[in-house]
């Protein structure tokens, strides 16, 4: 089993609609949560990076954290064409022998069309 | 403010060859980081240098090593070119606070390699 599992998708939808992507986890040491978007040839982009708990907004993106689930979700308001990408979630452990290492989900490749 | 560089861009090499790849850090960050990206995959951890040293490793072979420089750059060497190694090489740079490295890795547009 993967540490980190993620929907590849695809994903597709009409421009405004509002879009979920989703990442669940196993690793409990896992404290620092992040998402990362990546244009087709780039290097990923980070859009959201959450301690605890709980949500996090940042202009349409809001990201949400339950640790109690292992679940971590980005959601993504009045979805505009610019939007399509590949949206990564990563996790990173505070302290110990694995600090420093992002472990990534596998990707959800996500279209907007007008 | 110049972001993360890498070079080249794109590499088409051989099995059994040798590769560099090289990596300039964010101003100001003193750690990279190395990641493995295959196509459709989410990127894999190789690893981390800091203070010119590795400090921590993912599951990949001693093909794989690297070197931090004074300034902060990196290289990553791949030996004896599996074409399995046919990826995009990611490099990210972070500014580590005291033990705990929960500071932002950025990641540089990547080098393709690829391996006939």
């Known amino acids: 089993q993967k540490e980190v599992e993620q929907d590849p998708g695809p994903l597709s939808v009409p421009e405004g609609a509002i879009v979920s992507l989703n990442c669940t986890y196993s690793?409990?040491?896992?404290?620092?949560f992040m998402w990362y978007r990546q244009y087709s040839r780039k290097g990923p982009e980070l859009l959201m990076y959450t301690y605890s708990s709980g949500n996090k907004e940042d202009g349409r993106f809001t990201a949400q954290v339950d640790k109690s689930s292992k679940y971590i979700s980005l959601f993504i308001r009045d979805s505009q064409p610019s939007d399509s990408a590949t949206y990564l979630c990563a996790m990173i452990n505070a302290g110990g022998t694995s600090y420093g290492k992002l472990t990534f989900g596998q990707g959800t490749i996500l279209t907007v069309h007008p | 403010d110049a972001g993360v560089t890498q070079s080249p861009t794109h590499l088409i090499k051989t099995r059994g060859q040798q590769v560099t790849l090289r990596c300039s850090p964010k101003s100001g960050h003193d750690t990279v980081s190395w990641y493995q990206q295959a196509l459709g995959q989410g990127p894999q951890f190789i690893f981390q240098?800091?203070?010119?040293?590795?400090?921590q490793r993912g599951n990949f072979p001693d093909r794989f090593s690297g070197h931090q420089f004074p300034n902060y750059s990196s290289e990553l060497n791949v030996n004896a070119l599996l074409l399995g190694d046919s990826a995009l090489y990611l490099c990210a740079s972070s500014l580590v606070a005291g033990w705990e490295s929960t500071d932002t890795q950025y990641f540089g547009p990547g080098t393709r390699l690829t391996v006939l």
């Open positions: 690793n409990s040491a896992f404290q620092y």
């Open positions: 240098y800091y203070e010119e040293e590795e400090r």
